[in-house]
């Protein structure tokens, strides 16, 4: 039996130029399966040239570099021009047979395309976005969405919601779950505890909020959750945020600085992923009621950590966590507040969920996510 030609790829991945979090995870966990396949020749896109080479490490400042641009009259589309002529460049010279944008905008390329739309969560919720935002994937989305051969999704969800809002061709749209990381594991007290010291975090002693810290992860209903919990538990059990700063994060800071003053939140920031292991490991519970998903990966990594997983009930997070977690409406601040009181005085059920997460983590892969992209490229091809 002959053996199938390698698939010639390029790849976008713009997205590893910043501290790798939803769609820069997506992109290098996707890559890494890619450059340990015999099915695929990958090349991979970084704005200014193309590597054969997967990029571990982000760029330094670069998050000086994006605040800066939002102070340049049309600062975005000036960039994709720019980046345009260098995507198109590379596209010839390494004769690639089929380009994937794995973040919604494609470039123009005379040759297959495909997409992953991870979420429409600017058209849902638009008042959780900046309006340079909104008004960019207002211009540019409908154009990706035309040039694309196939169309992959992180979830049903997600299908749905683009056959719904954009009368996107059922048979063009691929739902491919994300994976999660071996890496993930429940980690011991013993080796948790001096990551954990960092942060003046005990084993079993906080919760823990994974998100870049923005409207749409709902973070105020977390904090307003944690408050109702008596002020000895508060002190006892803190909350630990994880995430970077993002956008339209006034109202939310100025949430969390009372309880940052009293020593019951602690801030953590940006935290590589190999530390969060023993974060999530050390957690009480996990809590995550954002209002809209498209997949969801910090409550699917703190389930294979054996964390007791708290959630909301909304978008794609249930096709995620299935029977595993708690599931609460976003917006019920006083029922996540009584799951947080049980997780704390109910051991048995809090073994009981590690062991339904760790169990319902087991079947995602990022090998299963990349041999399933790949299945989506040779269709492409073939037809």
Known sequence: ????????????????LSPRTGI?????????????SAEIDPSFFYAKHWSNALREES????????????????????????????????????????YHEPNYLAYRFNGPTVITVHDLSWIRHPETHPVDRIRAM??????SLERASAIITDCQFVRKELIEAFGAPPDRIFPVSLGVSPLFRPVSSERA??????????FGKYFLSVGTIE??????????????????????????LVGMKGW?????????????????VKVLGYVPDQQMPALYSGATAF?????????????????????????????????????????????????????????????????????LGIERAAGFSWKRTADETIKVYRRVLST
């Open 24 to 36: 820069g995870k997506y992109v290098f966990m996707l890559g890494r399966e890619f450059l340990s």
């Open 215 to 240: 409207p749409r992860k709902n973070l105020t209903t977390t904090l307003e959750a944690f408050s109702k919990l008596r002020p000895e538990i508060q002190k006892s059990h803190p909350l630990a």
């Open 248 to 264: 339209l994060i006034g109202g939310i800071e100025a949430k969390i600085r009372p309880l940052l003053e009293k020593g019951v």
């Open 287 to 355: 809590l995550f009621p954002s209002l809209y998903e498209g997949f969801g990966l910090p409550p699917l990594e703190a389930m294979a950590c054996g964390t007791p997983v708290i959630v909301s009930d909304s978008s794609s997070i249930p096709e995620v966590v299935g029977d595993a977690g708690v599931l609460f409406d976003p917006r019920d601040v006083d029922g996540i507040a009584g799951a947080m009181t049980r997780a704390l005085d109910d051991a048995a059920w809090r073994e009981r969920l590690s062991g």
């Open 193 to 202: 505890t001096p990551v954990l010291a960092e942060s003046g975090l005990e």
């Open 1 to 16: 039996m002959i053996a199938a030609q390698k698939i010639r790829a390029g790849i976008n991945a713009t997205a590893l």
């Open 138 to 143: 207002n211009r540019y989305f409908p154009r």
């Open 59 to 98: 760029l330094p400042h670069v998050e000086l570099i994006k605040a800066c641009k939002k102070y340049i009259p049309c600062a975005y589309a000036l960039s994709r021009i720019a980046m345009q002529a260098r995507f198109s460049a590379g596209m010839r010279s390494r004769s690639l047979d089929i």
